[in-house]
């Protein structure tokens, strides 16, 4: 029943909302059970799946046509920037079993990671700080922190330098 009222609230209250109203979509969210700290920024176009498995800290900012498919929990670390089209899918199947059964595992993504346009992160994945993933980059393994890397598969590139 919670997920059906939210997918109702999603595609109305929050997808209509003018888009400086960011504040306003983060307290959706949050009524929904959504853990997001002060200073986030989320895209009138940006979708969850499930509110409550949302984790946001300070000034993360969700861009337009971000798709949070979270069957299993996301966190977002500090100043994390997810930019259009972005797609974090926290669940598969299980193609080896007849019935393929739903397969949920967590995506955590480390303090000021940056995500380029349209990257895909599969299930399970964690990206570690001040990593820089590459646009339509496919990561499907943990990425480590302060590398730029993309690729399909994603692999690390070369070290990011420290921001100025």
């Known amino acids: 029943m919670r997920r059906c009222l939210w997918a109702v609230v999603q595609a109305t209250a929050f997808r209509w909302s003018p ?10 969210l949050r009524l929904f059970g959504a853990r ?24 993360v900012m969700i861009g337009p046509d971000v798709n949070l498919y979270n069957l299993a929990p996301v966190t977002l670390g500090y100043g994390v920037q997810l930019s259009q089209s972005v797609h974090l899918c926290a669940g598969t199947h ?15 993504i480390g303090a000021n990671v940056w995500l380029g346009a349209e990257v895909f992160v599969g299930p399970g994945v964690t990206i570690g700080e001040l990593a820089v993933i590459g646009a339509r980059s496919v990561v499907v393994k943990d990425q480590p922190a302060g590398m730029v890397c993309a690729g399909n598969p994603c692999r690390p590139l070369k070290p990011r330098p420290d921001p100025q």
């Open 19 to 28: 888009r400086g109203l960011h504040g306003f979509r983060v307290a959706l």
């Open 36 to 59: 997001i700290a002060d200073n986030v920024r989320i895209y009138p176009t940006a979708r969850t799946i499930y509110p409550w498995r949302l984790t946001c800290e300070a000034r």
């Open 94 to 108: 299980d193609y080896l079993k007849w019935a393929m059964p739903l397969v949920a595992e967590p995506i955590t």
